[in-house]
Each structure stands twice: as C-alpha cells, then as structure tokens.
C-alpha cells in the first residue's frame, strides 16, 4: 500500500494551460504539504494544510491554488502555466505539523512546453 | 524565521570511507531534526531523526549528532556503500511550527 500517491507521475502541457495534481494519504495524518523541487534540487515549500487551515508560502503564485476536499487528500491546481512552473512537485503528510517526520509522495514531474 | 544551512553541497568519498554531512540552524526554538535521503529520480525518504532532549542517535552505520549550544547538527555515514550515493537534506522544525526548513541538500557519491 502506498502511503502517500499522486497523480499523475508525469505531466506534460504547452504553456497558458491549467492543470491539476492529486494526492491523497492513508496514513490518518492532520496535515499535508505542497514542495516544488527545481533543477537545482531545492526543495521549497509551497502549502501546508492542517485541519483546514491553509498556510501560504507568500513566494509562491496566486496561479497556484491547493484544494482539500477532506483531510486525506490536497490537490494542487494551477492556472495559466508558465515555463518557470517546470519542476518537480512533491506532496508529503505528517501526523501533525511541526516536529514530525513528513512522508513524501513519488513526485508529479511537470514540463512545460 | 529559520535559517538551515548544508555543507558541503557535494561530497565524493571511496566505498568505505566515512561521510560528514554538517547543518546549522538559527532558531533556538527548534526542537526536531530530521535527515532525508533522495536517490536519483525518486522521493525524499526519513533516514534519521533526533530531537532536541537527545544529542546523538544511531542506526546502523548512520548516526545524527546534535549540539544545541552551536545551534548544529551532523549526519555520519560509516563504511559507505555505492548505494549510499543520493542527496542528503537535513531539516529543522519546532513544535509549534507549521513546516520544516531544510537545508540545501549534499550531493553524495561513493565511489566503487
């Protein structure tokens, strides 16, 4: 059983158009978080979501929108896409947020055309 | 906020050497301190982590130092194995924070 899966593992689209990525956890974790992960291997933070409250990493582009639909599951949306959005995507969970080990999903490996 | 910094960005070391991976931290507040380990093309992954209460914590041929007073902490790999090459991030968090702060990964290769 995979703890943390998303969708789709790959994702590649030309530029302006809008996608989505999924990801849902079995693990009963609180909270969820969005990382982008560039060529340079850093990994930032985008989101982190727990019990419905959303914390923002004020960097990140208002293109980008994470919607939970229940705790098991934060998707991330994202308009209007641009070359720069070409990364990898990483969704992880934690039994809380703070001082807990996160579980990565495989990655979402997104290219913009 | 937090401020973690990695060194070095990228070690090469022969199979059965040891490695040394060094973080420090700037936020006295922070209490957990975790290391991943990404191979290439996959997903980052929990090796080791230690808190606070605790100044060295071993597994195997891994090992996470801790000193509270530098404000740094240390990931040890004894008798590395090619398998061992991946990148190696720390993290630092606090109980009350709302996400880790990692640092900016290490490059690890072991050469046969």
């Not at chain 2, 740094?72 to 090619?82: D, M």
Request: include cysteine; glycine fraction near 6%.
């Amino acid at each position: 059983d995979t703890a943390v899966s998303q969708t789709p593992k790959y994702l590649v689209t030309q530029m302006g158009n809008d996608k989505s990525i999924k990801c849902e956890q079995n693990l009963g974790h609180d909270t969820m978080y969005w990382y982008k992960q560039d060529s340079k291997k850093f990994l930032k933070i985008m989101f982190s979501y727990n019990n419905k409250e959303l914390i923002i990493n004020e960097t990140v582009p208002n293109r980008f929108s994470p919607k939970s639909p229940d705790k098991a599951h934060l998707n991330l949306h994202i308009n209007s896409l641009e070359l720069g959005d070409s990364a990898v995507y990483f969704c992880a969970s934690s039994h809380r947020a703070g001082d807990q080990p996160q579980h990565f999903g495989d990655g979402t490996r997104l290219s913009i055309l | 906020g937090e401020n973690v910094e990695q060194h070095p960005s990228t070690l090469s070391v022969q199979e059965g050497d040891s490695a040394v991976i060094k973080c420090t931290y700037s936020d006295s507040a922070s209490n957990y301190f975790p290391w991943y380990k990404q191979e290439l093309g996959k997903r980052p992954q929990l090796i080791i982590d230690i808190r606070s209460n605790v100044g060295e914590k071993k597994d195997q041929r891994i090992a996470v130092t801790l000193n509270k007073t530098a404000k740094h902490f240390s990931l040890h790999i004894t008798e590395t194995q090619p398998e061992d090459s991946a990148v190696y991030f720390c993290a630092a968090s606090t109980w009350t924070g709302n996400q880790f702060y990692f640092g900016t990964g290490t490059s690890l290769t072991v050469i046969p």
